[in-house]
């Protein structure tokens, strides 16, 4: 009878070792909050200078996927070709979307970048202005420093998205090829 109750602990025992380490290993939810500040101070001032600068026109969004943003092409791609490209979208984050504030369309994508980029920022930024460029998305960077007044900001803005409109109405059309336009005169 002794035996089976030292028998009876030792499992006991077995088993509660056993749901703590089964425990320990599989928590359902293992988050943290990440900071305290969604921004660096430098990303916040800026963000108050676009707000002040673009209010008017423009809603601002912030760290947002770059695959919200741009979609990858279906046609002439592999499979595989598609995932990576996926991939590299869905990973990378841009610093501030301007979006028109009756639409809701994208107006434009913009970088907040150090004074000295390091060169996989120069690698990052050279892969976000591709990638916009391609979809037809302008591409805004600015040097993270001091100095930059609201409405000149809005204003340098504005000229940019101008620019970009005038360059995308003056190329061709996307899908538009000459035997489109035959077909359509006869």
Request: aromatic share 10%; glycine share 4%; hydrophobic share 45%.
């Amino acid at each position: 009878m002794e035996y089976v109750l030292i028998l009876f602990i030792v499992a006991l025992i077995a088993v509660a070792i056993l749901a703590a380490r089964v425990s320990e290993s599989f928590a359902p939810y293992p988050y943290k909050k990440r900071q305290e500040s969604f921004f660096t101070a430098t990303e916040d001032s800026f963000l108050n200078l676009l707000e002040r600068g673009c209010g008017d026109r423009y809603r601002v969004f912030t760290k947002i996927r770059l695959g919200d943003v741009v979609k990858v092409r279906q046609q002439g791609l592999s499979t595989a070709a598609k995932r990576d490209a996926n991939q590299k979208l869905n990973n990378r984050l841009v610093d501030f979307v301007l979006c028109d504030k009756t639409t809701m369309r994208v107006a434009a994508v913009i970088e907040l970048e150090a004074i000295e980029p390091s060169s996989a920022q120069m690698k990052r930024n050279w892969f976000l202005k591709n990638a916009l460029s391609a979809a037809g998305v302008p591409f805004l960077r600015f040097k993270a420093r001091p100095g930059y007044r609201p409405d000149e900001l809005g204003e340098f803005i504005q000229a940019k998205l101008r620019q970009a409109d005038y360059v995308r109405a003056a190329g061709p059309k996307r899908g538009h090829t000459e035997e489109s336009d035959a077909a359509l005169a006869s």
